[in-house]
C-alpha cells in the first residue's frame, strides 16, 4: 500500500468520526431545542407559612400553633353565605398584603401606592394616592416598583377580586 492510499484511508476514517461527531452535535442541539421549545411550568406565588399573627385580644402565635378556631375576636354574621363572602374578602386582602409585604421588602421607598383592578381589561394596574396621604386600605405598597412587581404577579397568577 503507497502513501496515497494510506493518506486515503486515513482521511476517510477521520471524515466517518467527524461525521459521528456531528451528529452527536445535530442530536444535542434537538434535545435542547426541545427543551427550550417546553416552557418551564409557572408556579403561582403563595405566601409562606412562616411568622407571627397577632389576633384581636393582642396575643401573638406562631403561625403554625395558632388555633384558627379560637374565638377571641371577630365578626357575627346571621347567614353562612354571608360570612362565606366576607371571608373571601378577607382573605384576598391578607393574601394581597402578604404579597405587599414581600414586594416591600426588595424595593426600599416611602409612598403609598396601591393595586387596582380593570374590570374591562381584565388586569392589575398601579394607583399612585397623593405620596404623604394613605388614601384606602389597599395603599399597602411603598414604591411604585413593589407595586408594579405585584401587578406582574396577580396578572400572571390570574388573580381575580371576591365576588
Request: with cysteine; glycine share 4%; charged share 30%.
Amino acid at each position: 500500500m503507497n502513501t496515497h492510499e494510506q493518506k486515503l484511508r486515513a482521511l476517510e476514517e477521520r471524515q466517518r468520526q467527524v461525521a459521528d461527531e456531528q451528529s452527536s452535535i445535530a442530536n444535542e442541539i434537538e434535545a435542547l431545542r426541545e427543551k427550550l421549545a417546553t416552557p418551564e411550568p409557572v408556579v403561582p406565588w403563595e405566601p409562606n407559612a412562616k411568622g407571627y399573627f397577632l389576633r384581636g385580644d393582642g396575643s401573638i402565635h406562631k403561625q403554625q400553633d395558632l388555633n384558627y378556631g379560637a374565638r377571641v375576636s371577630g365578626r357575627v354574621f346571621a347567614k353562612e353565605e354571608e360570612a362565606e363572602k366576607a371571608s373571601e374578602s378577607f382573605m384576598f386582602y391578607q393574601r394581597l398584603y402578604r404579597l405587599a409585604l414581600e414586594c416591600n421588602a426588595k424595593h426600599t421607598d416611602f409612598g403609598y401606592y396601591h393595586v387596582s383592578y380593570n374590570n374591562s381589561q381584565l388586569k392589575w394596574f398601579v394607583y399612585q394616592s397623593q405620596a404623604s396621604l394613605k388614601h384606602e386600605v389597599t395603599d399597602c405598597f411603598t414604591s411604585i416598583s413593589s407595586a408594579k412587581e405585584a401587578c406582574d404577579v396577580l396578572n400572571r397568577d390570574g388573580w381575580e377580586l371576591p365576588k
